[in-house]
C-alpha cells in the first residue's frame, strides 16, 4: 500500500484528480469505478478544473459507480445519480452511454444486481476503483461482518451509516434503509484502488484498515490483501497512523 499524506482538503482532491487523471492520459478507454459522498467532491471539482484547462478528456471512458440508494430515482436530488451528474458528468465531456450507476428503482433487484456485475466483467473490469471510507470502515456499502467474497447486491445500511447520510436528507427519516452496493469481492477485482479519506472522523476507520487485522470487522481492511493500493489522506485522517 502506498500512503500519501496531503496537508489539506485541498491538496488531497489535487492530488486524487491527477492520479486519476494520469490513469485516463495512459488509457483513454479507462474503466473507472467512482465513489460519492463528501470525501469525493474536491477531487471531482480538480477533475473539473483539469477538464476545462484541457489536460484530460472523458470521452472514452466508462465509469461505474459503487452503490444507489434503493427506491431513490435519478431525479431525487439525494441520489448517487443526481450526485454523480451534478457534481461531475454534466461538467466534463462524458457520454451519458458510457454512465452505469446501479438502478435504485429497479423492479427486479437479483436482475440488476447480476447485470451491473456483467456488465462490468463485460468492458474488461475495472482499472481504477476511488472509494471513501466510512466511519465504520465500510467501503461503498458494505458494512461491517459484509463477507469477502460479496458481490453487487442489495444490502441494509448501519445505524452509523444512516446517522452519517442523514446531513444530505431533509429528515433523518427521509434517508433509505437499504441500498444496491458492489460488494468487497467485486471492488477486490479492480485492477488499482485509490481509497480517499479527509477529516478526524475517518482517523479510527484509517487505522484499523492500514494497520490492523485484516477482518470482515473493518470491510476496508480486506485492501491490505489487494496489490495496488494508493490511499490519499489529509493530516486529519492520518492522525491515528504508526508511521
Ligand atoms: P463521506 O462518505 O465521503 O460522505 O464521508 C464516505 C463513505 O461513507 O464511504
Same mark, same amino acid.
Given at each position: ?26 488509457? !483513454?478507454?479507462? #474503466? ?5 459522498? *463528501?470525501?469525493? =467532491?474536491? &477531487?471531482?471539482?480538480?477533475?473539473? @478544473? ?26 431525487h436530488p439525494s441520489s448517487y445519480h443526481y450526485y454523480m451528474y451534478n457534481n461531475l458528468f454534466n461538467q466534463i465531456d462524458i457520454? !451519458?452511454?458510457? #454512465? ?5 428503482? *429497479?423492479?427486479? =433487484?437479483? &436482475?440488476?444486481?447480476?447485470?451491473? @456485475? ?126
Open positions: 500500500m502506498r500512503v500519501i499524506i496531503t496537508d489539506s482538503y485541498d491538496q488531497l482532491g489535487k492530488q486524487a484528480a491527477q492520479l486519476i487523471s494520469d490513469s485516463i492520459n495512459e488509457k !483513454p478507454k479507462l #474503466v473507472l469505478g467512482l465513489a460519492t459522498g *463528501s470525501t469525493p =467532491l474536491g &477531487t471531482y471539482k480538480s477533475l473539473i @478544473e483539469l477538464h476545462q484547462k484541457q489536460q484530460v478528456s472523458f470521452k472514452q471512458v466508462r465509469t461505474f459507480n459503487l452503490d444507489e440508494y434503493l427506491g431513490l430515482g435519478p431525479d457520454n !451519458p452511454d458510457n #454512465v452505469r450507476i446501479p438502478k435504485g428503482l *429497479s423492479e427486479d =433487484l437479483d &436482475t440488476e444486481c447480476a447485470d451491473y @456485475e456483467k456488465e462490468i466483467k463485460g468492458v474488461g473490469g475495472i482499472d481504477l476503483q476511488i472509494l471513501g471510507i466510512g466511519v465504520n470502515g465500510h467501503i461503498g456499502f458494505n458494512e461491517p461482518q459484509t463477507p469477502f467474497g460479496s458481490r453487487t447486491r442489495v444490502v441494509d445500511l448501519a445505524q452509523e451509516t444512516i446517522e452519517a447520510n442523514a446531513r444530505f436528507f431533509d429528515n433523518r427519516a427521509d434517508v433509505p434503509r437499504q441500498a444496491i452496493s458492489m460488494g468487497i469481492r467485486s471492488i477486490m477485482h479492480a485492477r488499482r484502488i485509490v481509497l480517499l479519506a479527509n477529516g478526524a472522523s475517518k482517523a479510527w476507520a484509517i487505522e484499523r484498515s492500514l494497520q490492523g487485522p485484516v477482518t470482515e470487522d473493518v470491510p476496508a481492511s480486506v485492501l491490505q490483501l489487494h496489490p495496488d493500493v494508493t490511499v490519499v489522506l489529509d493530516r486529519e485522517a492520518a492522525a491515528s497512523l504508526t508511521l
